[in-house]
């Protein structure tokens, strides 16, 4: 959850926290993301994610971004 996305991405794109998991793992690619007008509400979605299995994400992102494209390359 964060309330600057474009920010975050940076910080994952240049390794801004280079003991970070997505440092270390080179993970940098935006593939899924959901808007919420709360914080709160964002955090009980981000938990109810988080605790489904790894196929049900993958279904998420296929329905809404198939061709696993990173949706954050034209920020930077």
Known sequence: MTSD?????????EKVYP???SARYNINKL???EVF???WSAICREKQLKAGSSL??????EQENNAY???SMEWF
Do not use: G, T
């Open 37 to 39: 007008e709360d914080p």
């Open 56 to 61: 049900k994400k993958r279904a998420l992102i």
């Open 69 to 71: 494209e990173d949706l």
């Open 19 to 21: 003991r970070s998991f």
């Open 31 to 33: 593939m899924y993301y």
């Open 5 to 13: 996305l474009r920010n975050r991405m940076y910080q994952h794109k």
